[in-house]
């Protein structure tokens, strides 16, 4: 397909973004565990949010929920309670639907299947990628707008205006998937796009990959 990098290229890329992370991973305390039902609920709180702002509304959720059935079977109220740091209200009921959906019709088991998993409320392509390369290890690719950037400005890839969705993207991102460790590929990618490759003033003077 045109636009699209070989697979030479994205291997050396990924090994490079690879190298770079072991010095530079950024540490938080959904990327300690590979308890699939925490990763989700990190995902899910991680949208359209910093992950320094999920951090201490991370720590304090599970200290008041274990599983998904006390997510499920607990108040609105408690729930706004222990997410208003995050902000973005909608989120609250989307917890109590996925939650209620995993219990239900899971027996409060995170599926292991993309198929399954998009069938959760508030779940898309992305959080079904992280869930599945974090938590049960399989080769999911992700693509965000962070993603969808650094795949731009290395490959020089052109984009729609809705580059997450473009198939070409996707395609590349599956490719980058395709490693050992596909769930520290992801999370390398995530931390170059958020250290290195930013959306304004990226350090590209000082970026690994800048010379090819």
């Given amino acids: 397909m045109d636009n699209l990098p070989s697979s030479k290229r994205i291997r050396k890329f990924r090994r490079r973004i690879l190298l770079w992370f072991n010095h530079h991973k950024r540490n938080y305390p959904w990327r300690s565990t590979r308890n699939p039902f925490r990763i989700l609920i990190a995902e899910m709180m991680l949208q359209r949010t910093r992950a320094n702002q999920v951090e201490k509304v991370y720590r304090d959720f599970f200290s008041r929920f274990k599983t998904a059935r006390d997510v499920a079977s607990a108040s609105m109220k408690e729930l706004r309670k222990v997410l208003h740091p995050l902000g973005l209200r909608w989120r609250v009921k989307k917890f109590r639907e996925m939650t209620s959906v995993l219990v239900n019709d899971f027996n409060s088991r995170v599926p292991r299947t993309r ?3 998009l069938k ?20 999911e690719w992700i693509v965000d ?6 795949f731009k400005r ?12 473009d ?3 996707i395609e590349t ?3 980058y998937a395709l490693c050992r460790n596909t769930g520290k590929a992801n999370m390398a990618l995530l931390d170059f796009g958020a250290l290195i490759c930013t959306p304004i ?7 690994f990959l800048s010379n090819g």
């Fill in 120 to 139: 959760l409320p508030g779940v898309g392509d992305y959080i079904t990628g992280m869930v599945l390369s974090l938590a049960y290890g399989k080769r």
């Fill in 167 to 169: 198939r070409h993207i």
């Fill in 201 to 207: 003033n990226p350090d590209c003077n000082n970026c």
């Fill in 115 to 117: 198929e399954e998993l």
């Fill in 154 to 165: 290395y490959f020089g890839m052109r984009t729609s205006k809705e580059g997450r969705r």
């Fill in 145 to 150: 707008s962070n993603v969808v950037r650094v």
């Fill in 173 to 175: 991102a599956g490719k």
